[in-house]
């Protein structure tokens, strides 16, 4: 039987053996390219800040703010968000700062910077990143039934028959109606992420959410 001979010189066989066998070590750290770059500051709203070293458009490398959702089956990450939030007169915070808009990588929570004390601290200007948007397919997300909203309303507006005036809550950070007429029961325009159900507060108007 005649074996097949190699048409590659035995130096370099040897040498990709050596290359498969270094155990990568030519592989760099994604993080290197932002090593000694400032974090941006900027906390989240309801799930976890996570530093991400990222590569902009223009070719710059830079960290940004990236806000991951808490798995509702897992127990709750208490250092998340800031334990206490109260908000501040501006004039208290002094010149407002600058904003860059890339700190975020899906944006801004809200459209205005806020001048607030967390845990008691000292008042200063601030502002929240926003998670990923939510998707039906997302099993960390609360889905929303846009088909049982009706109009807006308030304490003053009635809702027409068989449904009720409540503020829903579907996930932090996504932009929602505030307060709207829900179809009875008003449970029936979320469905909640394994792990957690809704509830209504029976204030008026009242609020629906999703709780462990």
């Known amino acids: 039987m005649r074996t097949a001979k190699s048409s590659f010189p035995l130096s370099v066989l040897l040498s990709l053996v050596l290359a498969c066998n270094s155990g990568g070590s030519d592989v760099q750290d994604p993080a290197a390219a932002c090593a000694g770059k400032p974090v941006p500051p900027h906390a989240c709203i ?4 996570e530093p991400r070293c990222t590569t902009l458009p223009s070719g710059e490398a830079r960290w940004q703010i990236d806000c991951i959702r808490q798995d509702p089956t897992k127990p709750a990450d208490t250092t998340a968000a800031p334990v206490g939030i109260s908000f501040c007169e501006a004039k208290a915070c002094g010149p407002m ?12 929570y809200g459209a205005e910077p806020n001048c607030s004390s967390i845990d008691r601290g000292a008042c200063t200007w601030g502002r929240f990143c926003k998670p990923k948007p939510c998707t039906p397919e997302d099993p960390t997300c609360n889905v929303l039934h846009p088909e049982r909203l009706g109009r807006a309303c308030d304490g003053s507006t009635r809702c027409p028959a068989g449904s009720s005036c409540n503020t829903i809550v579907a996930n932090f ?12 029961p008003p449970c029936s325009a979320l469905t909640c992420a394994a792990g957690r159900s809704c509830t209504e507060t029976l204030s008026d108007p009242g609020t629906v959410s999703c709780s462990r």
Do not use: M
């Open 46 to 49: 309801g799930s976890v800040r």
């Open 97 to 108: 700062p600058a904003w860059d808009e890339s700190d975020c990588v899906h944006g801004f």
């Open 173 to 184: 950070g996504d932009d929602l109606p505030k307060t709207v007429c829900i179809l009875d």
